[in-house]
């Protein structure tokens, strides 16, 4: 199927006749010969295709550049230099495309992180962000494969919706009406009959509620899809557009949820440690160069490391109640380091989540039984607890070093009543999620589900610092180019 990509060269034996299409990474004239740099993106490594000096005409030598794509049919010999174990012997070489040195923004030298995301639609060709797609890649079959090995079912929900009760975000409409032309009604008011599917819509931001649905009839489901925030902080962990894996469960509690959360990213990161080596020690080296001007005692583990460290500890479960209390004990707290107070029934801010991972546990953290103020309405709500100044939820939270809030989940509430209740509580309409409500009206049972950012996922495996560095064409504030 196609043409044998550069993976396999690398692979093949000594003597194969081979065609090398890729990429020209660089190209570098000796006094007896020509050395081309090539790469197909199927591998980190490149393929060094070598010519005596005078055998590639004039011509076709000055067209191939950094960036060009060329075919190189040849021989594949041990190489004398070092660097590489085999090399290709050019007999034949055709330039399919060229670069013009004085245009193609990728030359050869260090590039910043900011000025590639300006050239979003090229950087794939580096070698920093063909390793993150290819294990953003081998992440999300991993995901695909754990589900499917335990029994359950992919299911697609709908990215348009016309529930904007769930409260997650803000939300980005969908709509066909003319702006300049808005239909009214008698009061004046947008009149979203008259627009496409005759009421007003939105882009999800999450699949869950569907979700849930799903679970009530196949019992394990999972979503894997993009939802969308109208998220308008400008964070390193914010986007726009990302996607989102959310499995919902029936016959699962609160601690079955929490177990499957820890062994689901325990495999899908061991899978990508197994299956992403090359890459993995590419990003390694690249961070190890990066930290090279702190000092030693403020550098972070090794990437590798660090993620075996989280394949092979257990996570540490925390109710929110202890960990309030571990924060009201901290240094940081009492010496005011802390830029937003700390006090039972707060939500949580990054810097408090932080403290709790990064120093406190120094491992992942599943915060569970968050009170029911700041947490969703459809979370299982708990008994009274006298340990607890008010009232908790069955909400669990995941939290990962250096990234925070990476799964967010919780048992959902059953009970019919108590649902609806919690509903006109914080002002959502009942009649608006009847649908919703139906499956704790006909067969309800207890069940729970979680959701996990994907990009975050990608961001802690690969040790990239900004979001928008882990997804191919990231949609965030004022940036949508590509
Ligand atoms: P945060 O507090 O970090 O904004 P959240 O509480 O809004 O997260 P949830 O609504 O629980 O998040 O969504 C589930 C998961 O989706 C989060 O745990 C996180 O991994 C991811 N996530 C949420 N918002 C974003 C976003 N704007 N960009 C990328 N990932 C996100
Ligand atoms: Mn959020």
Not at 64 to 74: D, E, K
Not at 359 to 386: E, G, W
Request: glycine share 6%; net charge negative.
């Amino acid at each position: 199927m196609g043409p044998i990509q550069i993976k396999q060269i690398l692979e093949c034996k000594i003597g194969t006749q081979v065609v090398v299409k890729g990429w020209v990474r660089t190209k570098r004239e000796s006094k007896n010969a020509v050395f081309i740099a090539i790469n197909d993106g199927s591998t980190i490594h490149t393929i060094q295709a070598v010519a005596e000096s005078g055998q590639i005409n004039e011509d076709t030598l000055r067209l191939i550049t950094t960036g060009s794509c060329v075919r190189v049919v040849g021989l594949l010999v041990a190489s004398a230099g070092a660097g590489q174990a085999v090399e290709v012997k050019i007999e034949e070489v055709e330039v399919y495309g060229t670069a013009d040195p004085d245009h193609y923004p990728l030359q050869p030298k260090k590039h910043s992180l900011e000025f590639l995301r300006e050239i979003a639609h090229l950087r794939p060709r580096t070698n920093t962000f063909s390793a993150i797609l290819r294990i953003r890649h081998t992440l999300a079959f991993a995901i695909n494969q754990y589900f499917n090995d335990h029994g359950f079912f992919y299911l697609h929900t709908p990215i348009i919706t016309a529930s904007d009760a769930e409260g997650a975000g803000e939300m980005f409409r969908v709509t066909t009406l003319d702006l300049n032309k808005l239909p009214r009604t008698d009061e004046g008011k947008i009149d979203f009959k008259e627009d496409f599917f005759g009421r007003e819509t939105n882009l999800t931001v999450s699949g869950q509620l569907e979700g849930e649905l799903g679970a009530m009839a196949l019992s394990k489901i999972y979503t894997f899809g993009p939802t969308f925030r109208a998220e308008n902080s400008n964070t390193t962990r914010h986007l726009a557009e990302f996607w989102m894996i959310e499995p919902e469960m029936a016959f699962f509690e609160l601690e079955d949820n929490m177990n499957l959360a820890e062994d689901f990213v325990k495999y899908v990161i061991g899978y990508a440690v197994q299956h992403c080596a090359d890459d993995l020690e590419f990003l390694q080296k690249r961070l190890e160069e990066e930290e090279k001007s702190k000092p030693q005692n403020e550098r972070s583990m090794p990437l590798l490391e660090k993620l075996n460290f989280v394949i092979s500890n257990a996570f540490e479960r925390v109710t929110y109640t202890e960990a309030i209390d571990i924060l009201l004990k901290s240094k940081p707290h009492k010496e005011k380091k802390f830029q937003y107070d700390v006090a039972w029934g707060i939500d949580l801010q990054s810097e408090h989540e932080r403290f709790l991972v990064e120093k406190h546990f120094k491992k992942p953290v599943i915060l569970t039984n968050y009170p029911r103020a700041i947490k969703s309405f459809y979370m299982k709500q708990n008994d009274p607890n006298p340990a607890e100044p008010g009232a908790t939820v069955r909400a669990m939270d995941v939290l990962f070093p250096g990234i925070g809030e990476i799964i967010g989940g919780s048992q959902r509430e059953d009970n019919y009543d108590k649902l609806v209740t919690r509903m006109h509580e914080v002002g959502i309409e009942p009649e608006a999620l009847w649908w919703y409500l139906d499956t704790r009206k006909f067969g309800t049972a207890p069940h729970a589900g979680f959701g996990l950012g994907f990009e975050r996922l990608v961001l802690f495996v690969t040790g990239m610092g900004n979001i928008r560095d882990v997804i191919p064409f990231p949609r965030a504030p004022k940036s949508a180019e590509f």
